[in-house]
């Protein structure tokens, strides 16, 4: 990539940050470099003089690397994860394509999110000569590369390109979220399975008034039919939302309204409301509530689906804490304030 600017239009968010990262490398090798030495370091592999980026490189019919990092002694092949989790038999295709390369090859995992890879491909001999895993016993569930630690090696370049790349960083949510006890809650599932276990007290209140919930995915709550019309309350943490009005700072602790479908006064409730309020419990945590980004449209839309009405959002920062016993407190409480706050919208149609 010699001109960022002739880009395809028709590139998709992942190949548009592999082009954009090539590009980056090529026009501050010492970066490059860097990245080279921070992968087989950090895997106990000797490092070697990085010469060039390519994405997507064409070197196998079946399968093209999101990048390659060239070096004297042998090639990094690159899988970049933005979003997606990384399914069973991903790596077992590179190793593949690593084997046969005539140059020595390593296969790097670079993630923004969670990866589940089987215990039985890290554990084989392929693994064993390709990966490069990072060794940090701190971090056993996370045998892949985290974009925020590559974030902190852009960051400090003097480049204005690098600080440029930084805000291009920002925007895909690779900035590292500084918080001494919570930090990785989005990129190591540990962590996550942590703040799952801080639901308790929440499952608990609910079950008390006769209301199913359940943990869901990493670190999400499931809270269901907890009212006749509202099908499911669904309790998550997100690193960023769509709606760019919001105080609220990021990353969020977010609660969906899912309404029945065919509760059209219900649906109709929520349209186009724009409101925030404090928590009883903590009135250092504000509430802000939107309607659905599909708002009106909902109202020509037939059917028995449940349809998103509206989200509610805080900042994360402020309900997380050191102290565990206050935070599951936290956590009540906004759950406790959303509810009361959708039983009134249902209180005032009736």
Known sequence: MSNI????????????????WEYLLENIPDLGQELVDFLTQRSGKRSST????????????????????ECQDFDIICDHRLESEL??????????????????????????????????ILAGQEAQTYY?????????????????DIYALVAQKNERLAHEFIEYMHFMDMQPW????????????????SFSEQWSPVIEYLQGLGITSKRSGYSAL????????????????????????????????????????????????????SEQFTLPENNEVTV??????????????TGNRPKLAATYYTS??????????????????????VFAHAKSISTAIS
């Not at 990085?50 to 990092?69: G, R």
């Open 5 to 20: 600017f002739l880009l395809p239009p028709n590139l998709n968010k992942k190949e548009r940050f592999a082009a954009s």
């Open 50 to 69: 990085f010469i060039k980026a390519v994405s997507y490189p064409f070197i196998s019919s079946d399968i093209q690397p999101d990048l390659i990092l």
């Open 87 to 120: 399914n069973k038999h991903s790596l077992d295709t590179y190793f593949t394509l690593a084997k046969f390369q005539e140059k020595k090859n390593y296969v790097a995992l670079i993630s923004n999110s969670y990866c589940l890879i089987s215990p039985e």
């Open 132 to 148: 490069l895993q990072p060794y940090d016993d701190t971090n056993s569930s996370m045998p892949y590369f985290c974009w925020q």
């Open 178 to 193: 500084q918080h001494s006890a919570w930090g990785q809650l989005f990129i190591n599932p540990d962590v996550a399975s």
């Open 222 to 273: 499931e809270i269901i039919y907890p009212l006749p019309w509202l099908q499911l309350l669904y309790v998550y943490v997100a690193r960023s939302i769509q709606h760019i009005d919001l105080q609220a700072l990021s990353p969020y602790l977010v609660a969906t309204i899912w309404i029945k479908g065919d509760e059209m006064e219900q649906i109709r409730a929520f349209h186009g409301i």
């Open 288 to 301: 802000e509530i939107r309607a659905s980004l599909a708002d009106g449209l909902w109202m020509m839309k």
């Open 316 to 337: 994360l920062d402020r309900i997380v804490s050191t102290d565990r016993k206050q935070m599951q407190k936290n956590l009540l409480a906004f759950t406790k304030a």
